[in-house]
């Protein structure tokens, strides 16, 4: 399963609403989940089964879709949020695959 | 607090092997899994394989077959993934991060990749 991410880059201002996307190039279900990694840093993951917060994870972030389109939102951006955001579907456990990743940058 | 802690940056010549380890701590080890994922300086992410600590069963990513292996040692809680026959494109960070035992664990969050290690800089070069 190839998964897509678009765009490649977003670029939006702190406070803005931001809206990523994963496609999958055949159903993984809702076996998808969301991952943030800042410049330096390991990723952390974000959202789990499509749609659930991770531990720890602020309101602001949540996830939608089944199937194959996704969406990752951020509905208000904090300075911290300035990141690059990968894609991740386990549907074909136990192989898993990441996509190519979304660039938010600042405006 | 859950952590893994890898071992340091290595520098290898081309064919050789390298092997980084993956220390746990802070949870029960054997009643979870340990995945491998790289990462090219810039670009984005590659899993490379899943091993289960209580079973040892392991999958590997089919573009690593046959030079990848991956193990634990429960008595020291420590992972370690090898690499054999090392290419300038072998090039990477490489990360161990904890995830499910198997294919369904419970809270359905621990099926997925938390926590990474810090990652180790693996460069091959002549």
């Known amino acids: 399963i190839v998964l897509t991410q678009s765009p490649a880059t977003l670029s939006l201002s702190p406070g803005e609403r931001a809206t990523l996307s994963c496609r999958a190039s055949?159903?993984?279900?809702?076996?998808l989940a969301w991952y943030q990694q800042k410049a330096g840093q390991a990723p952390r993951l974000l959202i789990y089964d499509a749609s659930n917060r991770a531990t720890g994870i602020p309101a602001r972030f949540s996830g939608s879709g089944s199937g194959t389109d996704f969406t990752l939102t951020i509905s208000s951006l904090e300075p911290e949020d300035f990141a690059i955001y990968y894609c991740?579907?386990?549907?074909?456990?136990?192989?898993?695959?990441f996509g190519p990743g979304t660039k938010v940058d600042l405006k | 607090q859950v952590q893994l802690v890898q071992s340091g940056a290595e520098v290898k010549k081309p064919g050789a092997s390298v092997k980084v380890s993956c220390k746990a701590s802070g949870y029960t080890f054997i009643n979870y899994g340990v995945s491998w994922v790289r990462q090219v300086p810039g670009q984005g992410l590659e899993w490379m394989g899943w091993?289960?600590?209580?079973?040892?069963?392991?999958n590997y990513a089919q573009s690593l077959q046959g030079r990848v292996t991956m193990t634990t040692d429960t008595s020291t809680t420590t992972a370690y993934m090898e690499l054999r026959s090392l290419r300038s494109d072998d090039t990477a960070i490489y990360y161990c991060?904890?995830?499910?035992?198997?294919?369904?664990?419970?809270?359905?969050?621990?099926?997925?990749?938390?926590?990474w290690g810090q990652g180790t800089l693996v460069t091959v070069s002549s």
């Open positions: 991740q579907q386990r549907s074909t456990w136990p192989l898993f695959t």
């Open positions: 091993i289960s600590v209580s079973s040892a069963i392991t």
């Open positions: 991060v904890r995830t499910c035992t198997g294919e369904n664990c419970y809270p359905r969050e621990n099926n997925w990749f938390d926590p």
């Open positions: 055949q159903s993984v279900s809702s076996s």
